[in-house]
Structures are given as C-alpha cells and as structure tokens.
C-alpha cells in the first residue's frame, strides 16, 4: 500500500508490512529492529498456531471478533492466514452472526480508525474528503447509510461493521487483494432514539434527512467516485428496502454499481432455488413462490428469479405470474394502493388477506421465501399447509440474525415430517430426525458477492448486470456434489470456499468478456487469469531489498 521506506518501531505498527516474529534476521539488521523484537525467526503457520491458542482462551464470538480486529490493527497478513485457514469456523466470527453484536455495540467496542466516514454536512467536498484516503487505486467501496443493518434496523454509525466486515469477506473468500478494498459509512444522522442519546455514539447526532437530500447527497459521493477513483466499483449495502432499490435503479445504468442485499442475496438464493429444482427434478419455472416481505432482498429475488424463468422460455410476464408477495399489510394484490412501482408487477388479482396460511391455501405456492426480518413468521402453521400441498415443499427462511430466521432448520424438518428442503440465512447444524440426517444450507451472500468482486477486480468490468448474478448463482449451483444434495444441502461446503469462488469467479469473467464489459484483453484460460490475481496471505519474501528500493 505504501512505497515510503519504513524502519524500526514505524516497520512494527505499519499492520501491512508488519511481520512482527517472522523478520528475519537480515531484516532484523537492515531494518533497524534488533532488540525490537524477540531473537526467533517464525514462520507464518507459527504465528497461526499462537493466534489459534489465544483464540481458544476467548470465552465468546464477540471476544474473538475483537481479538482479530486488533490482529488486523496490527498484522493484516497473519489477520487473513488466520481466517484463511479455516474459513468455515471464521467467518462467523469476522461476519455474520458475530457481526450483528458487534455493529449494536460499535461504538463501545470501537479501537481504531478503518474505512472513511463521509458526513452529509460534507457536500460539496465529497470529492476533497475521498481524496485523503491514502491508496489511490481503489477498486470497491462498501458503502452504507447505517440504514437497515441486516435485521436490526437503523444503527446508523454503528453499521460501519457491515462494510468493514463485507470487504473482508472479499479478500478471505476469494482472494481480492485488500489493498484495493475502501469501506464506507455515508453519515446522514440516525433515528435511533438510543444511539442519538449515547455518549459513545460516533455518528451524527441528528433525525435522518428527506429523501430527496440524502439521494443528492448520495449523486455526489457516486460522481466523486468517478473522478477520484476511476476504477472503482461501488457496493451499496444495507440501505433500507426502498431506499436500496431506488438508489440501484438510479445509478446502475451509469456507473459501476451494484447492490448486494438485492442482487448478491439474490443470486445464492437462485443458486439454492436451482438446487432446489435438481432434487426436485423440476425447472425453475414449474415453481410458484411465495415471499414474506417485499423488501429489498424480496424484490431482488423475484427479480431474478423472474429473469431466470425467461432465460428458461417464459416472457418476463409470464414470469412475473409465478411470483407472489406477502408483506406487513399482506398479500400483494392489484387492489393495494401503498405499493411501490417495483413491487406492483407481483402483486396479482387475489383476493385481499393479512392471513400468511390463507394466502398459502388459496395461491398453493411450491415455494416460501422468508425475507421478512421477523423471526417464527413460518410457524407450525404454516410448514404444516405448505406440507399437505407439496411432497417436497421448499422453505427459505433467510432473515437474520439467528432469531430472527423465519423458522429454524429442527421446525422445518420437524413439522414438515422431513419433507421440507430447507435452507436459511444463517447456519443451523445437522438435523437428525427419523435416522435420518439432514443437512441445512446457509444462503449466504458470501458465496456469490466475493466472486462478483474477483470478477469485477480481474476485468475491470465497466458495469455489474443482473446476468452476472445468474451466472455466478447457476457455477455455483453446479458446485454441490451429487451426494450432498441427496441431504438436501442447497450450497457448497464452506470449508472449500476459496476454490468454490475462484471456479464461480472465473464463469462470472467469462461473461464479462462475452458481454463485452470487459476493459482488459480476454486471457486464454479463464481460471489460471483469476488465479494470477489472487491475493496470498504470505510476507513478501523481498522486504529488505523491496523497502530499500522503494
Ligand atoms: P426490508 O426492510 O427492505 O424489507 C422487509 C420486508 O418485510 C418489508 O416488505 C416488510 O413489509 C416485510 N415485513 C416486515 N414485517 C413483516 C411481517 N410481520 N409479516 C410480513 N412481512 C413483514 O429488508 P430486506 O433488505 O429485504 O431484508 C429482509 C431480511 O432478509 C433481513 O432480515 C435480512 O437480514 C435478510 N437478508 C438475508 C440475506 C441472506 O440470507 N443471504 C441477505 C440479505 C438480507
């Protein structure tokens, strides 16, 4: 990240060429930091090994979430070894569901600086305050307003985590060098009533603004970009529903854009549905699916799941009829005068019900999608109509955190009589029911948006299209071996998630290429092009006579 030559005490606290026990003694002598540091030379799977221990001592995720943000502080290398080497036990930890504790309590728990925080007081010098981040090729930026923090609501600065923990995701999961990852919080105040009145709160203390401002606020920092960062690729991510919506329509067509909760959430849960259809031995377009809520992760899904059906045949109306939505004032029906522009193509000629069971038992769907934010809204009920009406009725009950899943892997198998195929948005272990044992997926988003990134990293991709996304979920889709599926496993096994990512990424490239996105030549083999631009989390073997040159 920096070429300035760095010695001593200031070669320890710079965390990206930091090596701390891993110097080696030439280095130790070049560098100016005998006596600085202990007289071993380690090498990096020793590091791993103390870090592993002192995680065992943490008593809880939140604990461990901590101890690696300070690893990172201090030694980003030995921060992504660390998670690297066993992404299935730490990626809950880094992400989803440590994170959400971590973002309610951001400001208590908060150390050091990472990322930029651009108030909306700022306007009119958005692009003056991009230009003091130090890295000038930045590739993504992770941007959020705070708004809707995965379930939580508005946490407002306190969902900094989100971003920072999102691009993370891209370096562990498929190998985005970090360097060119910037995370961002667009400060336009909070309503949340007990973070305005928390000493350490580090947001604006003020009432969010009006629409109309904060999307003037939002043209700018997207212009800015353009200018300060021309590479750059934008990921809009946990906006409100409406406001995520609205902000993808308004800038996708223009700018390289792309929002995850409605396009990445999407794209893994196209994946499960393809999955879905393979145990079924159906198509997409036999299903019929019903969705409760019809918000941003709602919208996106039918959007696609739409725009699947029609690479499968159908016209996008036609599509549009297998589609139906449930959200906090019912079933979307064509009576309904409070609906979005987005959300009217699936709101049909049904009769008006706040009842999720009659609406169950009156469209008779194949599918239920939770997307709600509500945990239990797929009660006993509800699994039990959806049992009676399909022999293998599939339910994704994808809110979370943890308790606010619309219904637990145990419920689902357990009240369906181990019919359903299931999957939900956080990880819930093995179900053993009847001798049998059943293996619930998690759709999570981090199967498809890292993948998108290395994608988008590796061809400079000018735009991010919704064929991305469809191509990403069908690699993979393709990824879940035979014999897993049989379990019902909807997704591929986290603990190969690098080679899942590389294998989705290089798909997603090709089509980049064949649409015509691409601003790099078309390499001759698509896998061993991302595999050349992966990030490893190794010290540069050089540094003496790197930090000399430079
Ligand atoms: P949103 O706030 O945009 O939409 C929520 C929707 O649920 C609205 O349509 C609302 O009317 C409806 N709703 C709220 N209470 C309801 C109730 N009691 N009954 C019926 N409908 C109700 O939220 P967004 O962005 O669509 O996210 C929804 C959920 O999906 C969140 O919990 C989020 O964590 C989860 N999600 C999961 C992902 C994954 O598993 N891969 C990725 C992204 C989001």
Redesign the pocket.
């Known amino acids: 990240m920096t070429n300035s030559v760095k010695h001593g005490i200031d070669l320890l606290q710079d965390p990206i060429l930091n090596k701390s026990t891993a110097f080696t003694e030439t280095e130790k002598q070049e560098l100016g930091l005998v006596g600085l540091v202990p007289d071993v030379t380690e090498t990096e799977d020793l590091q791993l090994q103390r870090v592993l221990l002192q995680l065992a001592q943490k008593n809880t995720d939140l604990d461990r979430y901590i101890y690696l943000v300070n690893l990172l502080d201090h030694n980003e290398t030995l921060f992504y070894r660390t998670v690297m080497s066993d992404p299935a036990r730490f990626l809950p930890i880094v992400y989803d569901p440590t994170i959400g504790e971590a973002c309610l309590k951001f400001g208590h728990i908060y150390r050091h600086p990472r990322g930029m925080y651009l108030s909306i007081t700022r306007r009119g010098k958005v692009k003056e305050v991009l230009r003091n981040w130090p890295q000038k090729d930045v590739r993504f930026i992770c941007v959020t307003d705070g708004g809707?923090i995965?379930?939580l609501g508005d946490l407002g600065a306190n969902g900094m985590g989100i971003p920072i923990g999102k691009l993370q995701l891209y370096t562990a999961c498929a190998g985005v060098p970090p360097q060119y990852l910037l995370p961002m919080y667009l400060d336009a105040g909070t309503n949340n009533e007990q973070y305005l009145h928390d000493p350490l709160y580090l947001g604006m203390r003020k009432p969010r603004p009006s629409t109309d401002e904060l999307y003037s606020f939002v043209d700018e920092f997207v212009e800015a970009v353009q200018d300060v960062f021309p590479k750059c690729c934008i990921h809009f991510e946990?906006w409100?529903?409406?406001d995520?919506v609205h902000l993808l329509q308004r800038h996708r067509d223009n700018y390289c854009v792309y929002n995850?909760?409605?396009q990445?959430?999407a794209g893994?849960?196209l994946a499960g549905m393809i999955n879905a259809t393979k145990i079924k031995g159906t198509k997409l377009s036999d299903e019929k699916y019903l969705f409760?809520?019809?918000?941003?992760?709602?919208?996106?899904l039918a959007d696609l799941i739409c725009s699947a059906m029609v690479q499968e045949g159908l016209t996008p109306k036609q599509a549009q009829s297998h589609v139906y939505?449930?959200?906090?004032?019912g079933l979307l029906e064509d009576t309904r005068t409070d609906l979005f522009d987005f959300q009217k193509p699936y709101a049909h000629q049904n009769p008006p019900t706040r009842d999720?069971v009659a609406a169950i038992e009156s469209i008779k769907p194949t599918t239920i999608i939770?997307?709600?934010?509500?945990g239990g809204?797929f009660n006993q009920k509800v699994i039990e109509s959806m049992s009676r009406i399909n022999d293998r009725p599939v339910i994704l009950a994808?809110?979370?955190?943890t308790e606010?899943a619309e219904c637990t892997a145990e419920q689902a198998y357990t009240w369906s009589n181990g019919k359903a195929i299931y999957a939900?948005?956080?990880q819930f272990p093995p179900v053993h029911l009847n001798g049998q044992t059943f293996l619930p997926g998690?759709?999570?988003?981090f199967y498809v948006f890292p993948a998108i990134g290395m994608a988008v990293f590796a061809t400079q991709a000018a735009r991010v299209t919704d064929e991305l996304f469809i191509e990403g979920a069908r690699a993979v889709a393709d990824q879940v071996p035979s014999e897993l599926l049989k379990q019902g496993l909807l997704f591929p096994l986290q603990s190969n998630i690098l080679e899942t990512e590389i294998q989705t990424a290089a798909r997603i490239a090709t089509l980049v290429f064949d649409s015509g996105l691409a601003r790099v030549d078309r390499p001759a083999d698509m896998v061993t092009f991302i595999r050349r631009h992966l990030y490893k989390p190794e010290y540069a073997s050089e540094a003496v006579s790197t930090s000399k040159a430079a």
Do not use: C, E, K, W
């Not at 409760?292 to 996106?300: H, N, R």
């Not at 939505?325 to 004032?329: A, R, S």
């Open positions: 809707r995965l379930g946990d409100t529903g409406t995520a995850d909760d409605v990445g959430t893994i849960v409760l809520g019809a918000g941003s992760a709602g919208i996106g939505m449930f959200d906090i004032n999720f939770g997307v709600s934010t509500v809204t994808l809110s979370n955190p606010h939900a948005g956080v998690q759709a999570n988003n």
